[in-house]
């Protein structure tokens, strides 16, 4: 899963996670019913929702799971400042799973698009499961929405022709992975072919109304950003001004000082269980 430098993006991660909450704690609240012993969070990151998890189920081992070091070391603060305990496991998703042994349940949150072979990342992910155990994975979704469509400079819709060539990008990120193998990206009809029951898909909101606070408006600084620097090259000139005017500390029409900058994020979780094993006589 090389197509971006992890660790130097590291911030930029935690950040966003952490305005991006909201989502987490009602998709672990789905999760509530179970009693996990063991948990892996594959491509952990900086530990954000590895925390939670570890939160949500004190009684539970939980791994944090990722192939950057400097993420874990962070994960690992992280669960020391906030006082659950966690483990940390420095792996390459998907090449380095078979080693980690299995799990009651096992989360990944936008990790599985990184790798060419999909169904084979998700057979891999699937075959960590305990007979009964649970896979809960993070794909799709919408786009965020941060500023309303006319900002008062430059031609309206903005975000609409950022959501295209960073569609452009994507798909051309997703054709240039190694193995890459075009697939249906029906989710849920993955999970069944590889092998899991009882599939279902929730989909939860982020919602950060305006005016921003410090900590999502960062982040949305912090997108905005990465915009630049990934599809700019994508965008007319007129968007681009656009985009370095809003990333002006010192405009009041950029991000740092907009009354109007909301965060609103649209999260798909899908949720497949490992069969029991059956016992005949």
């Not at 299995?102 to 992910?125: E, I, K």
């Not at 002006?248 to 994020?265: C, E, H, K, Q, S």
Request: hydrophobic share 45%; with cysteine.
């Amino acid at each position: 899963m090389n197509d971006f430098d992890w660790a130097a993006m590291a911030d930029m991660l935690e950040v966003e996670g952490e305005a991006h909450g909201p989502y987490l704690r009602q998709a672990f609240e789905e999760l509530t019913k179970l009693s996990p012993q063991r948990i892996l969070d594959i491509g952990s990151g900086p530990g954000v929702a590895a925390c939670r998890l570890a939160a949500v189920f004190p009684q539970a081992e939980v791994t944090a799971v990722d192939g950057a070091p400097e993420l874990l070391a962070r994960a690992e603060e992280r669960a020391e400042r906030l006082g659950v305990r966690l483990r940390t496991r420095v792996a390459e998703f998907p090449e380095e799973l078979a080693d980690l042994g299995p799990a009651d349940l096992v989360w990944s949150g936008q990790v599985v698009h990184h790798v060419g072979d999909q169904q084979g990342a998700l057979n891999l992910l699937a075959g960590l499961l305990e007979p009964g155990g649970v896979l809960a994975i993070v794909e799709g979704g919408l786009p965020a929405r941060w500023l309303p469509r006319d900002l008062g400079f430059g031609r309206p819709g903005l975000q609409a022709r950022l959501d295209a060539v960073t569609e452009e990008r994507f798909s051309r990120m997703r054709a240039e992975l190694p193995g890459s193998v075009a697939v249906v990206e029906d989710w849920p009809g993955m999970l069944r072919a590889a092998g899991l029951t009882e599939v279902r898909s929730k989909t939860f909101l982020v919602d950060h109304p305006a005016p921003l606070d410090e900590g999502p408006r960062h982040s949305v600084r912090r997108s905005l950003e990465r915009h630049r620097t990934m599809v700019g090259e994508l965008l007319g000139a007129e968007d681009v001004a656009m985009l370095d005017r809003l990333l002006d500390p010192a405009d009041p029409a950029g991000v740092d000082r907009r009354t109007d900058l909301f965060l609103l994020i649209a999260k798909t979780v899908y949720f497949g269980r490992r069969p029991e094993v059956c016992s005949h006589r």
